[in-house]
Structures are given as C-alpha cells and as structure tokens.
C-alpha cells in the first residue's frame, strides 16, 4: 500500500514541477545552512570536554575589587590549594607560559633562531590531569627534572624534519639547553590549551633564579593558569565558596579582600568571555546564541515555506479529494497518501541539503576561517537531529491537508464553499512570520556590518601608516643603542623607537598608583607603560601640555634596591593621558610637576617603588582596541635607572614599508643581533586581527540573512503561483473589461506587500532592541540612526515586490481568453 501512495506521490511532484522544485531548495538550503551552523556551535561548545574527568576539572580564577575578572592566579595559589585542600583535590596544576628563541644545533637549521610565543612551564601532574597523548617518548622525569621538554609534532618536524627527535636539543635564549624527551600527538582543536613546547616548573624556576625546592609565595608573581581536579566525593561549588575564606590566612586582609579567587569549569573557559588576560581567545557566549538562532530562524523559514506552500498545494486539489471520497476513499488512506509526499519531499530535500553541506563546509572554514566539523557518518547526535528534523518537518507540512482537508464531506469540498478565510489567515500569518525572521536578520547583520567597519576604519588616536614593530629579545636588548642607531641611518626611515607594549593592542601593565593626598579608596590599579624619548611626537600624537621624555636627561630618575632585590626609582618623569586627570582631580595645566607614585605591594611589603612628578599630559589615544574604552595610563621613560623596559620597537618609514626597507631592516637587524629573527608585523594588521571575531559574526550574519531573504522570497514567488492559479479567470476578466497590465501587476502584488509592511512593524523594533543590546559590549560603537530601519526595509520590499512581480507580469500578460477558458 504505501509503495503506490509513494508512486503517486511521486506522480504529483513531477506533475507540479515549480511547486516541488521550491519546496526542495528551500527545504535543503535551509537544512545545510542549519547543519553548518549547528555544527559550528556544537564544536565552540565542545570546547575541553574530551579530558577524562572533565566535570571534575576547574580553572583558578579571580575576581579583582568586584569589577574585573582575571583568568591567571599568582604563583602561591597553588601551594595554598595543596595545602588547604588536601585529599578534596586529587590534582592541583599551576602553568605560566614564555616567549623564547630556540635553534636546534643537530636540526634542520642550526644557526637558525625561531621565536616561539607557546612554551608552557607546569607542575607535577600535568601529564595525569589532562592526559594529553605522546607518539614518542616519554612524560617520566620531564615536568620533575629541570632543562627537559616534550615538544608536538609540529614542532618536531620543524626543528628535526623526519629525524628522531628524542635526546637531541633545543638551545633557548640565554644558552639554556633543552633536552627532547617525548613528542605530543597533535592537539585537539576543541582545547583552549595552545601549546608547542611544555617543561617542567623547576625549569622555570631555575631560569629566574628562585629556589627550585621552594614554593611560590606571591599572588602576583609568576601569573599563572592554574587547575585543579575536584575529588568526586567533593562538591566543587562549597570548595570554590570556601577559597575567599582562607586567602587571609595567607595574604594582607584587604588584599584578600579585593582580590577573590573561585574555581571555573574547564568546559565554560572556551565560551566565557569575560575574563581578562586568557591564554586563547576565547568565543563569546553571546556570538553563539545569535549563531544558534540563526540556524534555528533559518531552519523554520525552510519548514514554514514548506507548510505553507503545501497547504496551499493541497488546497487546490480539493476536488480530487472530494471526488476521492465519492468513489469509497477512507479517511486513512487520504491521510496516508498527504503524508506520504510531505515525506518524500523532506527526504530528497534532505538528501540534498547534505551534499550542499559537504560542499559548503571547506568554502565557508577557507572564507571565514572558523572550525566545522562535521561527520553526520559517525555523529549520532547530528544523525538524530536530521531524523528528528525530517520527521517534525513531514509532519508539521503533511498535518493540514492530512487531517483537516481529508476530514471535510464530499459536497462541502466540491462545492468548495469552506477554507477560504481560514486558509488565507494561515497563509498570511505564515508570510508575516517568514518576513519577520529575514527581516530581523537583514537589520541585525547590517548594524555588525557597520559596527565591524567602525572599528577597523576609526582612527586609533596615532599614526600607523608605515609602521611596524619588532619583537625584542634579551639579545636586541643589550645592543639596543647600537640597534636603534644603525636603524636609523637607513635611507627612507623616519623614526626608530624603543616601546613595553604595541599602540592599538596592549595596555601595559597594572600596578597601583597615588599622589599624595589622595582620598582613601581611591588608590586604584592604573595602566603603565614604558616609552622611549620622542614616542608621542613619531605617532602623531600632541601632547595637551607639558613635554614628552628628552633624550639623555635626569628623565629616568635615580634607582637604589629595596631589600637587595626590587626596584626603587626616585625623580623619575612622567606622563599621563587626559583620562588620568580625572582620577587626579587636575587639570591639564595644574597636574605638571605634581607627585605621582606607581607601586606593587603584596601582605604590606613593596615590590616596585616608582616616584616621580608629571612632566606632560598627552592627548588621549586608544592603547588597546575599540572594544575597550580609553583607560587612565602613566607612561614612563623606557630605559630609566631602574631597567630597559625594551619589549618591542616600531619602526616607521616616509614612504611606508615596502619589500626594499624591509629588506635593509632585516639585514642591519641581523647584522647587530646575528641568528636572532627580524620578527615583524604591520601594526595595522595586527590591530586590525583584534577584530575577527567581529568580523566572522558580520559575515556569517550577512551571509545567512541573504540565505533567509532567498528562502523567504521562494515561498513567496510560490505563494505568488498559487494566487495567480486561483485567480486566472477573474485576472482574464478583468482585462476583457480593459484593466491594464500595471493595475493587474499592483493588485497581485499589494496583498503581499501588505503582509511585508506589517512584517517590518514587529521586526525592526526588535531588531532595534537585540542590537542594542549586542552593542553594548563595545566602549566605542555606532549609533543605530534611522539609515537601519531604511535600508532594512528596502531591501526586504524590493525583494519582496521584484519576487512577486515576475509572476504577476506573467499572468497579467498571458491571454485573458485562455485564462478564462482554462478555469
């Protein structure tokens, strides 16, 4: 029985060529565009769950004076942890990561430094908590005895080629040889853990000179990535309550106070985006609930067309149900027959729209440069999802005309008196909702759009044409003199400066500052950064008032050692930005000369002392992206009496940085630092990589609100065929009595038009709403002005009236004899 309603099923769609072909494409564009996007998510949200144990995993992080939240820990948490929480942690694992060079002298290339910015240092443990796998070697010994190192196979292959990398070395900078003793298989790509080269802490110990049987009893210092394994008898929740608890015992009370430390699962650090200083980016909560929307929009938009152009469908063949029922046709089977082609129709859809998403996928990852994996062979969820999909969506298509139509007497349906309000309701409803989705979608893409243009086309506050920065190593450090100077003399090069952070990108560091006077809780935690003599004036940056550092002045104060170790610099200069006034209470004119003072201290005990008066105010600028707003800094000299604060220097060229400079720079920067790398980038670049996640929601916005756009305007160009079906004879009659194609043409479409236009009362409203909120996480961000609402609109009724002109015309022109005759 069923094979012959799958005949006839298959009869009808052959027989109704346009109203199958809408279906199917609708159904399966929508279906692949829903599986990529769903993929996608599932893949950000996988995010660390593959470790063993990985609901008894967390990461030690602390919130800072109940207003921003830190993803390190200072070296004495883990200690503490061990100590505190004996046998409720099984593992307690604290990470801190370097930037290095390295060659390998029996590698590949070994007169050949490399910069590598992913080298980790770790506990004991490491290797039992997060069970990372080797394809050569061995973990024993690596993370308890100092100089030895388990590297990737990327890296294998980078410094050893095919060779056998186990027992050879890697020499790092300051000639502290590693020895290879295990190699990582590659790592998985859902693991917020990016890593090249791991070594044990007592390495890290013994490269900063602390005792290696010593423990860590600073929070501050070294920044750390701790974790911890929570025993299963233990309730995580009242061990992360409990940790504030006892920070006293070990640390000045208010410290304790300002600074709290709780735990975090593993699994929500990928999605969680609030913390500041992460070891990965991480994907915002927030980006992936408006990517799962979309797949959901898109997903009902294909399901909806499909509902209502086979209502529709279903309608005009009240007849043959009629006539059906007349000749002994049983409910039952008339329900059989309407679900078995709403069925067919999601299975070739269905069909269909996985082969567009095997196709799809490598385009969309090359594009946007994301992940999706996708492996509907092996993935059961993924298969249960189809399954479900193609059910719902069968049934849902196949409910109406199934039971309702089937259900109606014989001389009701030929007289086909009933159906005709209740139909064009549901129809009309099922428009609006269409239009509704596109719409908002359309709106929502265009302000990221703009909102993306914003922020890599808004001026930083300085002059970046032309220019680059270098990373700095201990090397180039030592001849920095020497290097700037030999810099310098390059034919086309304007300015050579020494800098601790990149303009645009990094904010410094954090201590806490105060001038004398200050009011009690207004001591607070401020920007530093270090910059050499004529910074601002190479950047384009004015100064408000005041002066910049001078070269080869008393500008760098005088420095002594508290304790015999830790910095004391008196008479040093400074410079602040606008915003600090505010928090000085001073103007521009009134804060020259004034006191200020930039320190560390931990349980009472200073481990920084940084005196000096105000030089110069300079005119504010973003020192990090336009997601952040401009914070209060201080500047200081960048080698003063203290230390070379050198970490970085940008060279900028009349001309701009073309193949010929950068050629001359790398030869003299090989020239005074021999085997170290010219390791550059173009500062606008990098600024503008801060950016791409921005940029991926904009596309993937913009891209899918075309996609629900086609799909809306294919079950409108069907609902559009079906209305001219319907209406042939009183079309035809109507131009017997002289109506003219244009008239034709706007009654046909201005039904529709109206459905649009109630489609934009509820859709840009909301649009506005959801964006606002979306913008929200922007300190910089663009108005959302009434050009939104416009271009919104016009694209969804262009569309909307174009799609349903096409068959309007057609059948406003088609004879009126034959229409009438044909009825």
Same mark, same amino acid.
């Not at 006539?323 to 089977?333: E, P, Y």
């Given at each position: 029985?069923?094979? *012959? ?70 070296? @004495? ?15 307690? %694992? ?43 070697? =061995? ?5 308890? *005895? ?45 693991? !917020? ?34 974790? %911890? ?61 408006? $990517? ?5 929009? +898109?997903?009902?938009? @294909? ?43 999601? /299975? ?11 196709? @799809? +996928? ?83 893409? =265009?302000?990221?759009?703009?909102? !993306? ?8 506050? $300085? ?5 680059? =920065? ?109 915003? /600090? ?85 790398? @030869? ?51 609902? =559009? ?90 059948? /406003?022109?088609?004879?009126? +004899? ?6």
């Amino acid at each position: 029985m069923w094979k *012959n309603y799958l005949k006839i099923a298959w009869r009808n769609l052959l027989r109704q060529k346009s109203f199958s072909l809408i279906n199917v494409l609708g159904l399966s564009v929508g279906l692949a565009c829903c599986l990529i996007l769903l993929a996608f998510v599932k893949h950000e949200k996988s995010y660390d769950s593959f470790h063993q144990d990985s609901d008894q995993i967390y990461r030690v992080v602390q919130e800072v004076q109940q207003k921003n939240k830190w993803a390190w820990a200072g070296g @004495a948490v883990a200690p503490m942890l061990r100590k505190e929480f004996e046998g409720e942690l099984d593992e307690v %694992v604290s990470l801190t990561q370097i930037s290095t060079y390295l060659y390998a002298p029996d590698g590949l290339a070994p007169d050949e430094r490399f910069r590598e910015d992913r080298f980790i240092f770790s506990d004991e443990g490491f290797d039992q908590l997060f069970g990372f796998e080797l394809s050569k070697g =061995s973990w024993k010994g690596v993370l308890e *005895n100092p100089y030895q190192v388990v590297i990737t196979e990327e890296m294998a292959q980078k410094y050893f080629g095919e060779g056998d990398p186990i027992g050879k070395v890697l020499i790092s900078t300051g000639d502290f040889s590693f020895e290879v003793r295990g190699v990582l298989k590659e790592l998985p790509t859902n693991s !917020h853990m990016k890593f090249d080269f791991i070594s044990g802490m007592n390495t890290f110990k013994s490269f900063n000179d602390f005792p290696i049987t010593a423990d860590f009893g600073s929070f501050w210092w070294p920044q750390t990535y701790t974790y %911890v394994k929570v025993n299963k008898q233990q309730n995580a929740i009242a061990i992360s309550d409990k940790i504030p608890e006892i920070n006293p015992k070990y640390r000045n009370p208010e410290e304790a106070k300002a600074y709290v430390h709780f735990l975090q699962p593993i699994t929500d650090v990928h999605t969680n985006s609030t913390f500041q200083g992460e070891w990965t980016p991480p994907m915002s909560e927030q980006t992936l609930w408006i $990517f799962l929307s979309i797949a959901v929009f +898109v997903l009902v938009l @294909a399901c909806i067309n499909f509902i209502n152009l086979a209502t529709a469908r279903a309608i005009k063949r009240m007849k043959e149900i009629g006539i059906r029922k007349v000749n002994g046709a049983h409910k039952g089977q008339l329900i059989s027959q309407f679900l078995a082609e709403s069925f067919l129709i999601n /299975a070739i859809a269905m069909v269909l729209g996985i082969l567009v998403v095997y196709l @799809a +996928v490598p385009l969309v990852e090359s594009a946007i440069a994301i992940r999706v994996p996708i492996d509907l062979m092996r993935d059961t969820q993924m298969q249960l999802l189809l399954l479900g999909i193609w059910f719902t969506s069968s049934i849902l298509a196949g409910v109406f005309p199934a039971f309702y139509l089937s259900g109606l007497k014989p001389e009701m349906i030929l007289k086909q008196s009933p159906l005709n309000k209740g139909k064009s309701i549901l129809r009309k409803s099922l428009v609006v909702f269409q239009f509704v989705l596109s719409t908002l979608l359309v709106f929502c893409a =265009s302000v990221a759009f703009y909102q !993306h243009q914003f922020m890599t086309n808004s001026s930083m506050g $300085f002059d970046s044409d032309g220019l680059i =920065s270098v990373k700095m190593g201990n090397l180039a450090k030592e001849k920095g003199d020497v290097l700037k100077q030999e810099l310098s003399n390059l034919p086309g090069v304007s300015s050579v400066k020494f800098t601790s952070d990149r303009p645009g990108i990094d904010s410094g560091w954090n201590p806490t500052a105060d001038y004398p006077g200050i009011k009690e809780g207004e001591t607070k935690n401020i920007n530093v950064q270090y910059i050499d003599a004529g910074y601002f004036e190479s950047l384009g940056i004015p100064m408000v008032s005041g002066r910049e550092f001078l070269e080869n002045t008393a500008d760098g104060g005088i420095s002594k050692l508290m304790r015999d170790r830790f910095p004391d610099l008196n008479n040093v200069a400074m410079v602040v930005n606008e915003v /600090a006034l505010e928090w000085m209470n001073e103007d521009q004119n009134s804060v020259l000369g004034a006191d200020l003072r930039v320190f560390t201290e931990e349980n009472g005990e200073l481990f920084s002392n940084y005196n000096g008066n105000v030089v110069g105010v300079v005119k504010d600028y973003h020192t990090r992206d336009l997601r952040y707003a401009i914070a209060p800094t201080i500047y200081l000299p960048v080698k003063n009496a203290a230390f070379d604060g050198s970490n970085y220097v940008l060279i900028k060229a009349n001309e701009g940085i073309n193949a010929g400079v950068l050629e001359q720079l790398k @030869a003299t920067w090989q020239e005074v630092n021999s085997g170290l790398p010219f390791d550059f980038k173009f500062l606008d670049e990098d600024i503008a990589m801060q950016y791409e996640q921005q940029a991926k929601t904009s596309s993937l916005l913009g891209s899918f609100a075309f996609l629900t756009l086609l799909i809306s305007c294919l079950g409108l160009l069907g609902l =559009s065929i079906f209305t001219a079906e319907s209406r042939r004879k009183e079309i035809g009659i109507r131009r017997v009595l002289g109506a003219s194609a244009a008239t034709i043409v706007n009654k046909l479409t201005s039904e529709f038009l109206i459905l649009v236009g109630f489609s934009l009362l509820i859709a840009l409203p909301l649009g506005y709403y959801l964006m606002q909120e979306w913008l929200d996480q922007f300190a910089f961000k663009v108005p959302v002005s009434i050009w939104f609402f416009i271009v919104s609109a016009a694209i969804s009724i262009l569309l909307a009236y174009s799609t349903v002109s096409i068959q309007s015309l057609k059948t /406003a022109f088609a004879n009126p +004899v034959d229409s009438i005759k044909n009825e």
